[in-house]
C-alpha cells in the first residue's frame, strides 16, 4: 500500500482525525503522539503499548519521516555539526553545542539562504524553500538520538550533585539530633525521556562563513 500520509507532518488532532477517518480509536493518536515527540520513537513495531495487529497496519499505511544524517562532524570544544538529508534528497544543518547551561540544538528552517552573502556558501545557494513543520520536529529527534549520551551524562550529573547535597544535610541533621545509628543513603535512580530538555534554537540557515 502507498504510503500516502507522513506522520510527521500532523499536529494532535490532525493525527486523531486522520485515525478516525480510518475507523481507529482517536486515543491511538495521542499514543502515537507520544512515541514520535515524547519518545523519538518512529519504528511502529517499537511501540509496544500498540497491538501488534494495529503495529502491522500502521507500519502499512503510514510514515514517519525522519532527516538521515549524512555527516557528523565535531570540533574540539564538543560542538558537533550535522548534515542532514530530507526526503526530497535537499541538504540542511543542525548544530549541538555542548557547552552552554542547558546545551543548545541549533536547527535550521530553510533550505539555502534568502541573504546571498558572498562569503557565505549557504548564502550563494540562494533560497531553495522553507522546511515543513515535520522536517523541523525530525531535526531535533535526530540531534537527541545522536547526542544522548552527553545531555543525559549532564543531567545525571547535576542530579549525582543534588543528592549528595542533600545527604549532607541529612547527615547534619542527624548529628544535631544526636542519633545513635547511622542510615545509609543511596542516590536515587532516574529515569530520563529519550527526547532530551536541551534548549532548542530555532535558525534561518547555518553554515555561515563556510
Same mark, same amino acid.
Given at each position: 500500500?502507498?504510503?500516502?500520509?507522513?506522520?510527521?507532518?500532523?499536529?494532535?488532532?490532525?493525527?486523531?482525525?486522520?485515525?478516525? /477517518?480510518?475507523?481507529?480509536?482517536? +486515543?491511538?493518536?495521542?499514543?502515537?503522539?507520544?512515541? &514520535?515527540?515524547?519518545?523519538?520513537?518512529? /519504528?511502529?513495531?517499537? #511501540?509496544?503499548?500498540?497491538?501488534?495487529?494495529?503495529?502491522?497496519?500502521?507500519?502499512? =499505511?503510514?510514515?514517519?519521516?525522519? %532527516?538521515?544524517?549524512?555527516?557528523?562532524?565535531? =570540533?574540539?570544544?564538543?560542538?558537533?555539526? +550535522?548534515?542532514?538529508?530530507?526526503? /526530497?534528497?535537499?541538504?540542511?544543518?543542525?548544530? +549541538?553545542? %555542548?557547552?552552554? %547551561?542547558? #546545551?543548545?540544538?541549533?536547527?535550521?528552517?530553510?533550505?539555502?539562504?534568502? #541573504?546571498?552573502?558572498?562569503?557565505?556558501?549557504?548564502?550563494? #545557494?540562494?533560497?531553495?524553500?522553507?522546511?515543513?513543520?515535520?522536517? &523541523?520536529?525530525?531535526?531535533?529527534?535526530?540531534?537527541?538520538?545522536?547526542?544522548?549520551?552527553?545531555?543525559?551524562? =549532564?543531567?545525571?550529573?547535576?542530579?549525582?550533585?543534588?543528592?549528595?547535597?542533600?545527604?549532607?544535610?541529612?547527615?547534619?541533621?542527624?548529628?544535631?539530633?544526636?542519633?545513635?545509628?547511622?542510615? /545509609?543513603?543511596?542516590?536515587?535512580?532516574?529515569?530520563? %525521556?529519550?527526547?532530551?530538555?536541551?534548549?532548542?534554537?530555532?535558525?534561518?540557515?547555518?553554515?555561515?562563513?563556510?
Amino acid at each position: 500500500m502507498n504510503r500516502s500520509v507522513d506522520l510527521a507532518e500532523l499536529d494532535l488532532s490532525e493525527l486523531e482525525s486522520t485515525l478516525a /477517518d480510518r475507523g481507529i480509536e482517536r +486515543f491511538h493518536a495521542r499514543q502515537l503522539y507520544r512515541w &514520535i515527540y515524547r519518545r523519538g520513537v518512529t /519504528d511502529f513495531n517499537v #511501540m509496544t503499548n500498540l497491538g501488534r495487529a494495529l503495529r502491522a497496519r500502521f507500519s502499512e =499505511s503510514f510514515a514517519i519521516s525522519t %532527516p538521515r544524517v549524512v555527516a557528523d562532524e565535531q =570540533s574540539t570544544d564538543g560542538t558537533r555539526k +550535522f548534515v542532514l538529508e530530507l526526503t /526530497d534528497r535537499k541538504r540542511i544543518e543542525s548544530v +549541538f553545542i %555542548p557547552d552552554t %547551561p542547558s #546545551m543548545t540544538f541549533c536547527i535550521s528552517t530553510q533550505v539555502g539562504c534568502a #541573504m546571498g552573502c558572498g562569503f557565505c556558501l549557504t548564502g550563494k #545557494m540562494g533560497l531553495v524553500r522553507n522546511l515543513t513543520a515535520g522536517e &523541523i520536529a525530525g531535526q531535533v529527534r535526530v540531534l537527541a538520538a545522536a547526542t544522548r549520551a552527553e545531555w543525559q551524562g =549532564s543531567r545525571r550529573r547535576v542530579v549525582s550533585d543534588d543528592d549528595e547535597r542533600r545527604q549532607r544535610d541529612r547527615s547534619a541533621q542527624r548529628r544535631s539530633n544526636e542519633r545513635g545509628h547511622r542510615n /545509609d543513603c543511596n542516590a536515587s535512580a532516574h529515569t530520563f %525521556p529519550s527526547i532530551c530538555r536541551c534548549t532548542v534554537v530555532v535558525v534561518s540557515a547555518i553554515n555561515c562563513g563556510t
